[in-house]
């Protein structure tokens, strides 16, 4: 109770302390002191205090369980386990804007400690911009989804957090992904600062490079968790579903990686200023949107689990006020920023970089069309439609032939002009090399199909050309490390694909059934009672067809509070496949329907994942020296 | 003025994007396809719940001037819901109550209507469900009201209501 | 040397191309078409991911439809004539949907054009 109150209270006084910010900021504007004093870190600081504050006296109740706070009600029960019940904090809506919060109240103190080199106006109307951004989340914390309502009489229990949520990645998973998107948002803010004070040079372009990495770096993890939670979870052995939500994820990352790469031609080359400012607004404005979307639940998709309209129309006036400010200045300044650009020779490394860019544009485009299409259709014409991984792949892996062939070739060329002297022959071995190869293996495992084929040429090619490179003098590391790992990625994904086998039949216990791969066995159940939970572990036996043994005890469970049922999978994880074995109890009490897959390289997509992370850490590191 | 006419077609466009997003906030999720309405349904076969012979839906339907086609079963919390509206159906005498048990076993659903009372003039049972595909139907409690050339005059997704109770007596004795 | 590199590539892919255009079809699987398939009763699952009484049912059905010796079209055909163009997750092109497929490729001609101008005209 006493902590509800404080927590709320402490949230009106941050947003009051927005306000003083942006009066300040304002103020300073004019004067010609240079140096921002010690004021302005006060109050960023005591901004982030207030947030941090409430951010406690959240986890706080939720540890305690104190069921007088309606958000620990709805979603916590007492007899959670510790990690969960912390987790839960920011695992319901109300909790993960108050964790969004705490994030944009880092972002902005951080910014600014470490622009301290930066043009005075240019880092006080970051600010300005900033706290417009965060004013718009208080109030949409404190007016539609207040985490510190107050419930009387005190119910004795709480209702529970959705079972499958409690899960160690997905308790990870939102604050690393808040972290990317509130990133996006410095970004937004910078870029409209320094466009407003004719500041879009390779000065800012070093010192927001920094803020793009990290920001490219939490996402790209969090896309990661939110998939490999996925995968054991809900999926089904699948680790990507082009559903919806995970869309809404993945078209910020594009835009952000399109970002990634151009900042680097203004830092070399000052050019392609207008274009960089409409991806760096861009990038925020589907992170918002990407919010919207989700949190409105007006997605038909897995990952929905609350929706409430008022919540919608909020973010969704915000949005628009937002873009239309980010419009508004684009349209008063930008003229007097661009004066004419130096042109860019045809056979040179901005050239291959703007393809990337044009390539990228293409594949956010399939996404935005396939994920708001239905809605727009049914708002317009009453028809429903589906859009799924059909469409997604029939029109995003033929772009990837061409795409990843400049990946390979684009690195090694020269800025400004590259001299084309000779063919290198190299190159076209390398290439025939791949040909050959992922023709043998389509070959030798009957894949039917000629597109995939190629689409397999052209990552192997890409992994060869990026792993000869590293064998040479001069490279930039985090640059080859990337490029090898979407190889590697795009590799694991095709073959995970083709090469993935299942067998699925209804079974009761004693069943012994042969196929394809080799014998299953069930051999039993067994039932155990745990705190929040009752679990029916099942105990299976496969041989393989080198007479290989293996156990996996795949389980359900029925949860108390919300009773809801979930299937949790057994995977055997190895160095080149998963084996994944999920059971599901079916209406006719004796029999349960079991699926056995085998997956093969699941290990590797986590991995290259990971190694496009820490290209971008390497990066970053770099940078920092 | 190029630049300005760039600048108000993205003015509108955020608009138009914006409104459609506005307006789909307000959709519902569940969806009922149009175009089964006021279409005939074909003829569907399965054994008969009590007397285990096979039995065809158009026998029933061709005859009656109205039939009520109700999936349901009793493990299935609103069926049990909407059970009392269904009696009371029933015991208006021009329409023929069709039940279709929808995955379960003879033995628990005859003990359930033994307990709370049969609504059915007939019950189809459909053990996998498939009958229930072949309708076009979600799930149970589902039901529609077929005229005698099997025509779907109307259909119901989940528990009855009192309101469409009383729509559907409006319906047959028109 | 070139000319051996060339032929190469060329025996490759006629090779490649003759598989293709006279090899078998792939076998139609259950697997297959449910994954295409949207569970109705599901928030945003495939008839293949959900274990519900709807999609067993379903799978039931895709099971029998290729027993019959059904083609993939026409088991989809099926289904979007009981449940609507929503059931498939392979949007059809027809006049509704044109724009969805569309679009992308017409903005990357016009992103190729712009660069072309970027690059070549300035």
Known sequence: ?625 | MKKNITYILIFFLSFFIIFILYKSLNKENVYIPEKVLNEKISNFSSKDLFTENIINSEDFILKNKYSLINIWASWCLPCRAEHEILMEISKDDSIFLIGINYKERSVNAKSFLHKVGDPFDIIFTDKDGTLSINLGAFGVPETYIVNSDQEIIKRYIGTLSKKQFQEIKKIINK | MKIIKFLLIVVFFSITLQNYLFGKENKLTVEKISKNLRCLICQGQSVYDSQSDFANSVKIIIKKKIEQGKSENEIYEFFTNKYGEWIVYDPKLNIQTVILWIFPLILFIFGGLLIIRKVFIN
């Open chain 1, 1 to 625: 109770m006493l902590f509800s109150n404080v927590g709320h209270y402490s949230l009106i006084f941050g947003l009051i302390i927005s306000v003083i910010l942006i009066l300040h900021s304002i103020k300073r504007l004019n004067d010609n002191n240079i140096i921002l004093g010690k004021k302005i870190f006060y109050l960023l600081f005591s901004q982030f205090f207030t947030v941090v504050l409430s951010l406690i006296f959240l986890i706080y109740s939720f540890v305690i369980s104190d069921f007088s706070n309606q958000t620990v009600y709805n979603n916590s029960h007492s007899t959670k386990p510790l990690f969960y019940k912390i987790s839960g904090t920011w695992g319901n809506h109300e909790g993960s804007l108050l964790l969004w919060m705490f994030v944009l109240t880092l972002f902005i103190f951080i910014f600014f400690i470490k622009s301290k080199n930066q043009p005075k106006n240019y880092r006080l109307l970051t600010i300005t911009f900033q706290q417009i951004i965060i004013i718009g989340f208080f109030l949409f914390l404190l007016l539609t989804s207040n985490p510190f309502n107050y419930l009387y009489p005190v119910p004795k229990e709480g209702l529970g957090l959705n079972p499958i949520l409690q899960d160690p990645a997905l308790a990870i998973h939102p604050p690393f992904l808040y972290l990317g998107y509130v990133g996006s948002s410095i970004i937004f803010s910078s870029s409209l600062a320094a466009l407003i004070q004719n500041n879009v040079n390779k000065e800012w372009a070093v010192h927001i490079k920094k803020w793009i990495l990290s920001t490219w770096i939490f996402l790209t993890l969090g896309i990661m968790l939110g998939s490999i939670w996925a995968y054991y979870e809900l999926g089904w052995g699948g680790f990507w579903f082009w559903d919806p939500v995970e869309n809404v994820s993945l078209m910020p990352w594009i835009c952000l990686t399109a970002l990634l790469h151009t900042i680097v031609v203004l830092e070399k080359k000052s050019i392609l200023k207008t274009w960089i400012l409409i991806l760096s607004i861009s990038t925020f404005t589907l992170s918002m949107s990407g919010t919207f979307l989700v949190r409105s639940g007006i997605l038909n998709s897995v990952h929905t689990f609350a929706n409430d309209p008022g919540r919608g129309v909020f973010i969704l006036v915000f949005l628009l006020a937002l873009v239309l400010l980010a419009i508004v200045i684009f349209f008063l300044y930008q003229d007097k920023n661009i004066k004419v650009e130096k042109k860019i020779f045809w056979m040179s490394k901005e050239t291959v970089i703007l393809i990337n860019n044009w390539f990228m544009m293409y594949f956010l485009s399939v996404i935005l069309v396939g994920t708001l299409y239905p809605l727009f259709l049914e708002v317009l014409t009453n028809n429903k439609i589906s859009v799924g991984p059909p469409f997604y792949h029939k029109l995003i892996l033929p772009f990837l032939v061409p795409f990843m062939f400049l990946m390979a070739i684009g690195p090694n060329l020269k800025w400004t002009k590259h001299n084309f002297n000779k063919i290198n022959y190299q190159q076209i071995l390398l290439l025939i090399v791949a040909l050959i190869i992922s023709f043998l293996i389509a070959n030798l495992n009957g894949v039917n199909l000629l597109f995939v084929t190629v689409v397999i040429a052209f990552g192997f090619y890409l992994f060869f050309v990026t792993l000869k490179d590293f064998f040479e003098k001069k490279y930039n590391i985090s640059q080859k490390l990337a490029h090898f790992a979407f190889s590697f990625f795009i590799l694991s994904v095709l073959f995970n694909g083709i090469f993935s086998t299942e067998f699925s039949a209804n079974m009761k216990i004693g069943d012994k059934i042969h196929f394809d791969e080799g014998i299953i066995k069930f051999k039993k159940i067994e039932t155990y009672n745990n705190k929040n939970y009752k679990s029916l572990v099942g105990s299976f036996e496969i041989q393989d067809k080198k007479n290989n043994l293996i156990n996996l005890n795949p389980e359900i469970r029925i949860y108390n509070q919300p009773s809801i049922l979930t299937s949790e999978a057994d995977i055997k994880t190895s160095f080149f496949y998963d084996k994944f074995l999920v059971f599901n109890i079916l209406k006719d009490d004796n029999f349960f329907n079991v699926r056995y897959q085998i997956k093969p390289f699941m290990l590797w997509i986590w991995i290259s994942i990971l190694l496009l992370a820490t290209s971008g850490l390497v990066s970053f590191i770099k940078k920092i020296k």
